[in-house]
């Protein structure tokens, strides 16, 4: 299970993307860097450099079966045809993520490889990539002289960033976290939507009250359980509240912890789950929710394509943000799924010039209707199932990356916050409990590096 998922769709790709024509791309102007050799500075022109390159390397975590891989297979094969630069695709599956590092930092790894916003510090800390800044700049070929930046929401960029700012991820897919519900199934809750915890509260009391299993979830997977007290930090925390209890033990003696804490207790002493919950293997709950078996389930934008075999025909999935707390914050997760670009890439150029093919409108519209996923194109509609989360991440005022970026400490998220959050939520622990033993084994833990 990953902390980001990469969903399959059900359906085959509907057709190739049409060809675009190379002197929409040629004779553009990029910041270059010296050391690497990529184009840039005054009069550059990444058109020569790219095809002087004459290739780029892409190695694919996709499957070669899946959606996406066929998708940017047909792109890369329109723009070879566009511009004479070969585009070669090995494909490595979920499993490339183990070799990748090494065949990078040797120097016979890739120019361009899949990424995403929740892999930007770890990949950062291993000198596996570089900023893509330059990007920006590019016009999208074939689209009235607007570049990339012109057609990536700013809220998008923000989620491809580094902490310093630089854009290291070029996204074509925005995923989130939101309580899902099914319109069709329980048709009320889509007339009220529940705003405030108090409202959800109530929900779930209502629920229970006519016998029905409220909440759906898959105990036995630690990331999803997490959720729970993710999402209770960051609305009474804030964006950098669950991150900053990795760096520092005495953040979890702020106000927030406790109370997130507390509000997991609830839901675990409210028996608002199914019975045996925390021994419920994956994907057994949310297969039941999608079966009308459970009122909601808290999972990823991938929820409604990864369910729906298991869903009735008239299934009308949606979703609401996390309720919001009195006096909290209202910050929306945006996370991000895209290409980056290697450290020792060895056709930076070329690279560079294939990804503002990557991110025209044509790909961007297969990413909704082929892959059942939010594009990063704000001028894209999700899948209907997911405009509500498109519309919460294009417009929000206050954003955080999946997880407030707190899986870069791995050893910390692994061995120390996801054991006593498992504790919290099967209800074996108090929160006060919790929130000592949460400090002490942080403080252990940065001790002993």
Wanted: net charge positive; hydrophobic share 40%.
């Amino acid at each position: 299970m990953h902390a980001i998922r990469r969903t399959t769709a059900r359906t085959a790709l509907a057709a190739a993307i049409a060809t675009v024509m190379f002197a929409a791309g040629c004779g553009q102007k990029i910041d270059g860097d010296k050391k690497t050799g990529q184009a840039g500075g005054k009069g550059a022109d990444i058109g020569a450099a790219a095809k002087s390159e004459k290739r780029v390397d892409y190695w694919s975590t996709w499957g070669e079966s899946e959606p996406q891989a066929k998708i940017f297979k047909a792109r890369a094969t329109a723009f070879t045809k566009a511009t004479g630069i070969a585009v070669n695709i090995k494909y490595l599956g979920r499993s490339g993520n183990k070799v990748l590092p090494q065949a990078i930092t040797s120097g016979n790894g890739p120019d361009l490889f899949d990424g995403g916003s929740d892999h930007i510090a770890a990949d950062e800390a291993q000198h596996l990539t570089q900023s893509v800044d330059g990007v920006l700049k590019l016009p999208v070929p074939g689209e009235n002289g607007k570049s990339v930046s012109d057609v990536l929401p700013a809220n998008v960029l923000k989620s491809a960033q580094d902490k310093d700012g630089r854009l290291i991820v070029v996204p074509h897919t925005l995923i989130s976290t939101a309580i899902w519900y099914d319109k069709a199934r329980t048709p009320a809750i889509a007339k009220d939507k529940p705003k405030t915890w108090s409202d959800f509260l109530a929900l779930l009391d209502k629920e229970k009250a006519a016998g029905k299993t409220p909440i759906a979830q898959d105990g036995l997977v630690n990331s999803y359980n997490v959720y729970w007290f993710y999402w209770l930090m960051m609305r009474h925390g804030g964006p950098g509240s669950l991150v900053g209890l990795s760096t520092d033990a005495k953040n979890w003696d702020s106000p927030a912890v406790l109370k997130a804490a507390k509000d997991v207790a609830r839901l675990a002493k409210g028996g608002y789950f199914q019975s045996g919950y925390m021994g419920t293997k994956y994907p057994a709950a949310q297969n039941d929710w999608a079966q009308g078996k459970g009122a909601l389930n808290i999972n990823g934008t991938w929820l409604a394509a990864e369910t729906k075999p298991q869903a009735p025909a008239d299934a009308a999935p949606d979703s609401f943000p996390f309720p919001a707390v009195p006096g909290g914050h209202d910050s929306v997760e945006i996370g991000s799924l895209g290409w980056e670009l290697s450290a020792k890439a060895k056709h930076p150029n070329a690279a560079k010039l294939f990804l503002s093919y990557l991110v025209q409108k044509a790909v961007s519209e297969q990413i909704s209707r082929t892959a059942l996923n939010i594009p990063a194109r704000q001028d894209t509609p999700a899948p209907v199932a997911l405009k509500s989360a498109q519309a919460a991440m294009v417009s929000a005022k206050e954003t955080n990356t999946t997880y407030d970026g707190a899986t870069a400490n791995s050893a910390w998220w692994n061995n120390v916050l996801l054991p006593l959050d498992d504790k919290l939520l099967g209800g074996k622990i108090s929160p006060s409990a919790f929130v000592a033993e949460g400090r002490k084994k942080t403080a252990d833990a940065l001790a002993n590096g």
